[in-house]
């Protein structure tokens, strides 16, 4: 008579395959979890929606690669002609454009007045402002550079005549910045007196912009918005211009990225195949020798005797007090019981009972406490297959 027999066939318990599932999705939640920080980071981070500031003759570059953006959309509602431009290499900033502007501005008491720029390096902002002699040292005017940091700048020219020299009142200053980083800059009319004051200012900028000539792609925003899309893999760099027009109100535009959907699912994948590769190599994903019985994995099934031994037969023992005939029979020497009683030994020990069985073979051959001994051995190989042993699961009776 026969029957199935597993090397795990002692009482042990295992999980049915809808836990094995809820395993599989727990491994999948690192490289899905690190994948939505990636996601995150890039598109409301490096590459989120942001409001930015520009100015008359401006030309601000941004880097925006194409493997990661798919279009960049600007929107500027008040339709001031703003264009962007897109280059597959870093355009250079050799050009120079000069623009002044003259405006009378009322400032409140106490109170104060001004205007944002954007600036490349190497640009020039010269700055004259007049008023009543009387209120000329109660006005304060300030340049403040940054867009999250601010940080005062000191003119590299500042004037103010000599009223006694030149024996007349004199009802104006003047200062000149030197700008040494791309960066936006914020032009500030502080009145300290206690009642309203009307100056006149003027501004005169010589503002350094970029070479549009070898631009790939461009368009335009005045209807109001437009899309840019990204040549790939060649497009990296953007630039937004805006026409010299004199007019000092604030200036902003609304710029938002369009992922490339692609490049986001490539790099998830590319996540799940090397989390699965080292789950691979520390032997966690080996599940080759298992197959399902009444819904419990185990090791491939043998079909064996009720006398045979459950492993591969192994070298006999002498006993002692007995003839050789009695060896070879085997009928007179030991009963079909302790045949089966000597399989459930350890083939280490022969003292314990084979209570654990290796990964990824399969086989139960050895007691816990031997398994053990054999991990922490230099070979680490299975007893029986000479398979390179990766766990040792310890098996629990019911």
């Given at each position: 008579m026969?029957?199935?027999?597993?090397?795990?066939?002692?009482?042990?318990?295992y999980?049915?395959?809808?836990?094995?599932?809820?395993?599989a999705?727990?491994?999948?939640?690192?490289?899905?979890?690190?994948?939505?920080?990636?996601s995150?980071?890039l598109?409301?981070g490096?590459?989120?929606?942001?409001?930015?500031?520009?100015?008359?003759?401006?030309?601000?570059?941004?880097?925006?690669?194409?493997l990661?953006?798919?279009?960049?959309?600007?929107?500027?509602?008040?339709?001031?002609g703003?264009?962007?431009?897109?280059?597959?290499?870093?355009?250079?900033?050799?050009?120079?454009?000069?623009?002044?502007?003259?405006?009378?501005?009322?400032?409140?008491?106490?109170?104060?007045?001004?205007?944002?720029?954007?600036?490349?390096?190497g640009?020039k902002?010269?700055m004259?402002?007049?008023a009543?002699?009387?209120h000329?040292?109660q006005?304060?005017?300030?340049m403040i550079k940054?867009?999250?940091?601010?940080?005062?700048?000191?003119?590299?020219?500042?004037?103010?005549?000599?009223?006694?020299?030149?024996?007349e009142?004199?009802?104006?200053k003047?200062?000149?910045?030197?700008i040494?980083?791309?960066?936006?800059?914020?032009?500030?009319?502080?009145?300290?007196?206690?009642?309203?004051i009307?100056?006149?200012?003027?501004?005169n900028v010589?503002?350094?912009i970029y070479?549009?000539?070898k631009?790939?792609?461009m368009?335009?925003?005045?209807k109001?918005?437009?899309?840019?899309?990204?040549?790939?893999?060649?497009?990296?760099y953007?630039?937004?211009?805006?026409?010299?027009n004199?007019d000092?109100?604030?200036?902003?535009?609304e710029?938002?990225f369009?992922?490339r959907?692609?490049?986001y699912?490539?790099?998830?994948?590319f996540?799940?195949?090397?989390?699965?590769?080292?789950?691979k190599?520390?032997?966690?994903c080996?599940v080759?020798?298992?197959?399902?019985?009444?819904?419990?994995?185990?090791?491939?099934?043998?079909?064996?005797?009720?006398?045979a031994p459950?492993?591969?037969?192994?070298?006999?023992?002498?006993?002692?007090?007995?003839?050789e005939?009695?060896?070879?029979?085997?009928?007179?020497?030991?009963?079909?019981?302790?045949?089966?009683?000597?399989?459930?030994?350890?083939?280490?020990?022969?003292?314990?009972q084979?209570n654990?069985?290796?990964?990824?073979?399969?086989h139960?051959?050895?007691?816990?406490?031997?398994?053990?001994?054999?991990?922490e051995?230099?070979?680490?190989?299975?007893?029986?297959?000479?398979r390179l042993?990766?766990?040792v699961?310890?098996?629990?009776?019911?």
């Open positions: 026969y029957r199935s027999v597993s090397a795990l066939a002692s009482g042990a318990h999980s049915s395959p809808s836990q094995r599932w809820q395993e999705w727990a491994r999948l939640l690192a490289p899905l979890t690190l994948w939505l920080c990636v995150v980071s598109r409301y490096y590459y989120g929606d942001s409001r930015m500031v520009i100015g008359p003759s401006s030309s601000r570059l941004i880097k925006a690669s194409s990661f953006v798919d279009r960049v959309e600007v929107r500027d509602e008040d339709r001031k703003v264009s962007v431009y897109g280059f597959s290499e870093k355009p250079q900033l050799i050009y120079e454009t000069n623009w002044t502007v003259s405006n009378y501005l009322i400032v409140g008491s106490y109170n104060r007045k001004g205007f944002n720029l954007w600036l490349n390096r640009s902002i010269r004259r402002w007049e009543q002699t009387s000329l040292d006005l304060q005017v300030a940054g867009e999250l940091k601010y940080e005062m700048l000191q003119p590299s020219f500042a004037s103010s005549p000599d009223a006694a020299a030149l024996k009142p004199i009802n104006f003047e200062a000149e910045y030197f040494e980083d791309d960066d936006k800059y914020y032009v500030r009319v502080i009145n300290a007196n206690p009642r309203s009307i100056m006149s200012m003027s501004v010589s503002s350094k070479d549009i000539a631009a790939k792609i368009c335009s925003t005045l109001g918005s437009c899309q840019l899309k990204l040549l790939f893999p060649n497009t990296q953007v630039v937004v211009t805006t026409p010299s004199g000092l109100g604030d200036w902003y535009i710029l938002s369009v992922a959907v692609v490049t699912i490539a790099i998830l994948g996540i799940v195949i090397v989390i699965y590769l080292i789950l190599y520390l032997g966690v080996d080759e020798n298992e197959v399902y019985v009444d819904d419990t994995p185990t090791v491939p099934v043998r079909e064996v005797t009720e006398t459950i492993m591969p037969e192994k070298s006999r023992r002498p006993t002692y007090g007995t003839n005939e009695e060896e070879e029979d085997g009928g007179s020497s030991s009963s079909s019981s302790e045949d089966l009683y000597d399989a459930k030994l350890c083939v280490i020990c022969y003292d314990e084979r654990c069985f290796f990964v990824p073979c399969g139960c051959a050895t007691c816990y406490d031997c398994a053990q001994r054999i991990m051995g230099e070979s680490k190989v299975c007893p029986i297959c000479r042993i990766h766990k699961r310890r098996l629990f009776s019911p």
